[in-house]
């Protein structure tokens, strides 16, 4: 072992042969000491497959130390920009700071997992986030890569409640000890259990993070002795086994709830979201939708609102609302597109708008009937596709391959089945082959892909990829066919699982995909930080669902019905208003555009991305919260509706359909229904009157009782 002191703003550290990394102390004061008069210690060691770092700080000023935030630079590689090497490098998947402790991991796209606890309180955590582009000069867009993950020791910055309180300062001549563990596991599956033996932390697991009004989830703690709360109820705790506890929550009403688990002197929390109905969901988002105002822009984000606004009008149609968004689509698209030749009128690289826009007139089609979106689909489908599709089926956007910039093969697929609901079959398998094509292509690539702006392994490149390839799949009879695009995609989902919130003990964010650049263009709020969830999580969330739809395997469809839980929360049914995402870093400290655009109205077609700095600008802290919308107030481009994609998962995949799952032990799971079996018939029960289809997965010989009528399972 070697140790270093570190007195100023040196951030080198030597540490012994074998160890896995060099971690560095650094600061962040106001005034600009960083550290001078600081002396922090470093000492790691390896001990079989952990790295334990023992860290020291002492004050040695005659004044006390309060920095906005310092601690230690944790010495992974997170630097993901090539391909393949990407693959073998680590995301910040998850962390959390609770008021005696802190854990998470980080993951690889092979699978390498990398468990981290600190049995002391930690103040925060935070990313180190890099500058991507200067647009125009001086003024800075962050990039699309993480250059390290941050372990706050102390911060001053303010901190969600559950933080701990006593991490803010060092008093002159005092000094802190911490002791991390950086913990190399087998898989995410032994996360839990790993972090509470290391460290003596109870650890809560949580199979499901949502659940319906009245329906009992089980939850498994691994601790010591683990008392639970939730709110002023105390629940009741079974003993499992060696350190492993279970109880079962249940809620009558819908809404977060905030589980608090104290296990002798250590505290932790969980979240459970008891959602609300789909179709109460559905009909809010379409208010939203007119309130936060669709707009003409160089960004379909802009006006992506009206996917919610026509989905909603097909299954709930509603005369005021829809009427308006209506006669606002028509003017949004009268003003970015030439009726005559389909293009773009300006910015016709972002063919991401022209395939989007495709996909919102075939929902209107499907909606009210009138062909006349039919050919402005196809004038503009036709262009698109004549100006981007290369041979080998890839759309391009010059030299960038945007096949999985969302989805333009989907949006064809989506435009197909319109077509041949209205009986067009040629054209249905023009748009449907031009897909193919494109999506031979992902399958070809083998995770190789472009995606616009800084190249990375980007959340949504693969999502968009997988989700495609997925579609593809239902689609064909051929069995060798479907093997080949399923087996693909969840290549591709397996890999993506780094990329995701998959264990987090949160339900408000679970199923959550880790984008971090989006704010600045869709809110107007730099720097970066984690949105999760955010419109584009929805992307991961159809990959779930084909997923399940093409394997029956639960674990796609609890992960489909947690992401759709948390997507729904963004709905805040105290104002009956939308929020655009859920930030997930703890503290940044950030700055937004304050005011609209005096020289704009909603109603004026603008273009861009403005930088924060370019307009006056709010100063504050966010961390662990919603962020409001801001297309109800701001008349400038803004990208925010792009939350809207969320809606559109949850028209597609679980507003109108339930799932019936039976499990190797006999027992039924129930997504959007109630089941029973007796006498070899399974009776099965909607829990909303717009739920029409039923999918059951079963070994079993039975007949399925649904909606007053007996139908046989399809094998």
Not at 110 to 133: M, T
Not at 330 to 344: H, I, K, L, W
Request: aromatic share 10%.
């Amino acid at each position: 072992m070697s140790t270093r002191r570190i007195l100023a703003t040196v951030l080198t550290l030597s540490v012994a042969a074998g160890t896995v990394s060099a971690h560095t102390f650094y600061c962040v004061e106001p005034g600009g000491a960083d550290g001078k008069g600081i002396q922090c210690d470093i000492t790691v060691e390896k001990v079989e497959n952990r790295e334990i770092v023992h860290v020291v700080m002492r004050n040695l000023r005659h004044t006390p130390f309060q920095p906005v935030k310092a601690g230690i630079r944790l010495g992974v590689d997170t630097y993901m920009d090539r391909y393949p090497e990407w693959n073998d490098k680590y995301f910040p998947t998850m962390m959390v700071c609770e008021p005696t402790h802190c854990y998470g991991y980080m993951q690889s796209p092979s699978g390498s997992v990398k468990a981290i606890v600190s049995d002391s309180p930690v103040a925060s955590w935070s990313l180190d986030y890099n500058l991507g582009y200067m647009e125009p000069e001086p003024y800075w867009f962050y990039g699309h890569r993480i250059k390290s993950l941050n372990l706050d020791l102390l911060s001053t910055q303010p901190q969600p409640d559950r933080h701990p309180r006593g991490c803010r300062e060092l008093e002159a001549g005092e000094s802190r000890e911490w002791t991390l563990q950086l913990i190399d596991i087998d898989g995410p599956d032994d996360f839990e259990k790993t972090v509470h033996y290391a460290a003596g932390v109870p650890v809560p697991m949580m199979s499901r993070t949502s659940c319906r009004p009245g329906e009992p989830i089980e939850i498994t703690i691994y601790g010591h002795n683990p008392k639970v709360k939730d709110g002023p109820r105390e629940l009741p705790v079974r003993a499992m086994g060696h350190d492993t506890w279970n109880f079962v929550f249940r809620q009558d009403n819908p809404g977060i709830y905030e589980l608090e688990i104290n296990d002798g002197d250590r505290q932790t929390h969980g979240y459970v979201n008891v959602t609300r109905p789909w179709n109460e969901i559905i009909r809010t988002a379409r208010r939203e939708a007119l309130r936060c105002r669709q707009k003409a822009s160089s960004h379909v984000e802009s006006w992506y609102g009206f996917h919610t606004a026509f989905l909603a009008a097909r299954y709930f149609p509603d005369h005021e609302p829809d009427s308006a968004l209506n006669a606002r689509f028509d003017m949004v698209t009268a003003t970015v597109f030439n009726p005559e030749s389909g293009r773009q009128n300006r910015y016709e690289w972002r063919i991401q708008n022209a395939f989007s826009t495709v996909g919102m007139l075939a929902d209107r089609y499907e909606a009210y009937g009138n062909k006349k979106d039919l050919l402005t689909a196809e004038r503009i489908a036709d262009r698109v596709i004549s100006d981007s599709q290369r041979a080998d089926g890839a759309f391009m956007n010059g030299q960038t391959d945007y096949s999985s910039v969302i989805y333009p093969a989907k949006s064809l697929l989506e435009l197909a089945d319109a077509e041949y609901a209205a009986s067009r079959r040629s054209r249905g398998r023009k748009y449907e082959e031009a897909a193919r094509k494109a999506i031979d292509r992902l399958v070809a690539l083998d995770g190789n892909f472009n995606t616009e702006g800084e190249i990375t392994y980007e959340d949504g490149m693969v999502s968009c990829a997988a989700l495609q390839m997925g579609a593809m799949a239902l689609r064909c009879k051929d069995a060798d066919k479907r093997r080949r695009y399923r087996d693909a995609m969840l290549k591709l989902l397996e890999g993506h699982d780094c990329l995701t919130q998959l264990r987090v003990a949160d339900g408000r964010r679970r199923g959550g995909t880790m984008r971090f650049w989006e704010a600045q263009y869709d809110v107007h709020i730099q720097p970066n930080m984690i949105s999760s969830p955010h419109g584009w999580s929805a992307w991961r969330a159809y990959a779930t669902y084909y997923a399940w739809l093409l394997t029956g395997d639960e674990k796609w469809l609890a992960q489909t019905f947690d992401a759709a839980a948390s997507f729904a929360a963004l709905v805040d049914f105290d104002t009956h208003r939308l929020n655009w995402a859920f930030v997930v870093d703890p503290a940044v400290n950030v700055r937004q555009i304050a005011v609209p655009d005096s020289t704009l109205t909603a109603d004026t077609p603008s273009y861009g991305c403005p930088h924060p700095d370019m307009y006056p600008h709010a100063d504050y802290t966010i961390g662990e919260r919603y962020v409001p919308m801001i297309s109800d107030w701001q008349t400038m481009v803004s990208s925010d509706n792009d939350v809207h994609e969320v809606f559109k998962f949850i028209a597609e995949a679980v507003l109108r359909n339930a799932f019936v799952v039976e499990r190797r032990d006999g027992s039924l799971g129930c997504y959007n229904c109630s089941a029973s079996l007796e006498d070899g018939v399974l009776t099965v029960i909607a829990d909303e009157p717009q739920m029409t289809n039923l999918y059951v997965s079963s070994d079993s010989d039975y007949k399925v009782k649904f909606k007053g009528e007996i139908i046989c399972i399809e094998r």
